[in-house]
């Protein structure tokens, strides 16, 4: 097993600009979730997914979109970059069975210009 | 609402060294409890969890028990070595919730020098 995967280790993006952070795991896992981390705030809830076809928003959602089409599947979009989403991003997941151990990816290192 | 306060870091031994680091929590429910670690340029990792009062986590040498009178999860390990060199996060859980939300004190650095 793979785990928890994201794409890509890292970006740049100017102000303005779109892009989509890819996360997938093989676990066959319900609970997915995509947290930030900033420096002296740990991690913060963005988004989060129950199941296939269903999300909903976390502790800072704004700028933020999310979909789940398939269980494997939970992409991040942001629609329109800010500075303020210079970050660390990480995706998690959870079997539905030990539902309160998450498996975290490696990260996704974002600076906005 | 619910919260994790752990000590600010950066906390700096001596390889062989006790290490603590405090954790406590305010949350309404009966919480799980866990401490995650962040090796450098790493995801989070799962180190240890408790999921009711007095229950005792442990893993790799650091244990850490469920205290309800005192709404502490303080992490110990009796002798540190170069490689625990990471960052420390403790969290909660809100037992039995739905959504299996996370969440995170601030986390704390240790290094540990040779």
């Known amino acids: 097993n793979a785990g928890v995967t994201q794409t890509p280790k890292f970006q740049v993006l100017k102000t303005g600009q779109s892009m989509t952070l890819q996360c997938a795991q093989d676990m066959n896992h319900e609970y997915m979730s995509w947290y930030r981390q900033d420096p002296g705030m740990g991690l913060r809830l963005i988004h989060y997914s129950v199941g296939a076809g269903i999300t909903d928003q976390g502790e800072v959602p704004n700028g933020y979109n999310v979909s789940r089409s398939t269980t494997e599947d939970f992409p991040l979009r942001l629609l329109s970059a800010a500075p303020s989403q210079t970050s660390v991003y990480f995706c998690?997941?959870?079997?539905?069975?030990?539902?309160?151990?998450?498996?975290f990816g490696p990260g996704t290192r974002l600076l906005v210009l | 609402g619910d919260s994790v306060t752990q000590m600010e870091g950066p906390v700096t031994l001596s390889e062989e060294a006790f290490l603590t680091i405090n954790c406590t929590y305010t949350?309404?429910?009966?919480?799980?409890l866990f401490w995650y670690v962040q090796y450098p340029g790493e995801g989070l990792q799962l180190l240890l969890k408790a999921t009711k009062a007095d229950d005792k986590g442990s893993n790799k040498g650091f244990e850490a028990t469920y205290r309800k009178e005192t709404t502490s999860f303080h992490l110990e390990k009796g002798s540190v070595q170069v490689s625990d060199s990471a960052v420390y996060f403790c969290?909660?859980?809100?037992?039995?919730?739905?959504?299996?939300?996370?969440?995170f004190g601030t986390g704390t650095l240790l290094a540990v020098q040779p």
């Open positions: 969290a909660l859980s809100d037992h039995g919730g739905a959504t299996n939300k996370l969440i």
């Open positions: 998690a997941s959870t079997d539905a069975l030990a539902r309160e151990t998450q498996y």
């Open positions: 949350a309404t429910g009966y919480p799980s």
